[in-house]
């Protein structure tokens, strides 16, 4: 009895947890919905949607296609290559929503790239690059992603494709791949930027950005601060700080830092219990070209089995 109770109450939490994610669907639906002119898109949209959050093991056209119950690709690939809608009007009403539902005083804006793995030469910006995705060189796209996150969960709310060098030298493969010939060059850094400048002028805000050192350039930081905008941007050990009035390697004022200063705290959860490390901090100068009221510290988080196992 105990266990047919058991597997009735369970399937009834599944049943409601369903339930309520046809409402959410439904709701992202008639946000969206005024962004595709035709009808049969619309309700195209609202399966693809469904598919996205099916448990697909890939979502490609065909394995989408199979979950929708349909014949092959083409409904799919004509939603994302042919179809007429306003991405970037999707775009804005996505983050409109996961404000909605995610917004807190304490948010934090996360700039990350990641790689999607490709066969081929012809998607757009596919070329041989470094994907932390693959753990070193492969042939893949990079996109560069922004991602909202409060106490109440995390959401993407804006997206960059990073196209390398040798495609915004290449009109004729930009054109073959539907890049028009007014976008060029950008480093992952501008992207970031970009999208950034996007959220900021749509009025989010954030306690801070962070991001890797990808994104710890000394121009991403000072756009920052010109928007008022508290950072945590990773920099390479010989990245210079000012310390007694000269420029010096991070890693080398970092090493300035007393045993006592340092305490042991969780990243996080990991697959093995909390992921500790020990952490410090100290304040560096301002840069000769003084910021306005802004202070710099360095941030240190060190290996407790490595302790020169360093990131700043």
């Known amino acids: 009895m105990a266990t047919g109770d058991h597997t009735e109450t369970a399937s009834a939490s599944e049943l409601q947890a369903l339930s309520h994610a046809a409402e959410a669907l ?3 639906q008639a ?11 619309r309700r195209r949209v609202r399966r693809f949607l469904g598919g996205l959050l099916a448990p697909v093991d890939r979502k490609n056209g065909w394995q989408l296609a199979e979950a929708l119950g349909e014949r092959g690709p083409h409904g799919v690939q004509r939603l994302l290559a042919e179809a007429d809608w306003d991405q970037e009007a999707v775009r804005d009403d996505l983050r409109t929503y996961v404000l909605a539902h995610l917004g807190e005083e ?3 804006l996360v700039v990350d790239e990641t790689g999607f793995l490709k066969k081929g030469r012809k ?3 596919v070329a041989p690059q470094y994907s932390g995705t693959a753990g070193g060189r492969a042939n893949c796209q990079i996109g560069v992603f922004l991602l909202y996150a409060s106490p109440k969960g995390a959401a993407f709310i804006d ?27 950008a480093t992952k850094g501008e992207l970031a930027q970009r999208m950034l400048a996007r ?17 710890g350039s000394d121009e991403l930081r000072t756009w920052l601060e010109g928007q008022q905008q508290p950072d945590v941007l990773a920099v390479a050990e010989t990245h210079p700080v000012w310390s007694a009035g000269r420029a010096l390697p991070v ?19 990991g697959s093995q219990g909390p992921r500790l490390y020990d952490w410090g901090w100290l304040e560096v100068d301002a840069e000769p070209a003084a910021r306005g009221g802004w202070r710099s510290w360095i941030l240190i988080r060190r290996s407790l ?8």
């Open 26 to 28: 439904d709701e992202v």
């Open 31 to 41: 946000r969206i919905g005024p962004r595709f002119g035709r009808a049969e898109v």
């Open 106 to 108: 304490a948010d934090i």
């Open 123 to 125: 998607s757009a910006g």
């Open 159 to 185: 997206r960059e494709l990073y196209l390398p060098d040798e495609w915004t030298q290449d009109r004729v493969r930009c054109r073959e791949a539907g890049i028009p010939d007014a976008v060029g060059f």
């Open 199 to 215: 959220a900021f002028a749509a009025g989010v805000r954030a306690a801070w950005v962070v991001g890797d050192t990808i994104y």
């Open 251 to 269: 890693g080398l004022v970092a090493a300035l830092l007393p045993e006592e200063a340092w305490t042991p705290l969780s990243a996080g959860a």
């Open 305 to 312: 089995s490595q302790p020169s196992k360093r990131a700043y």
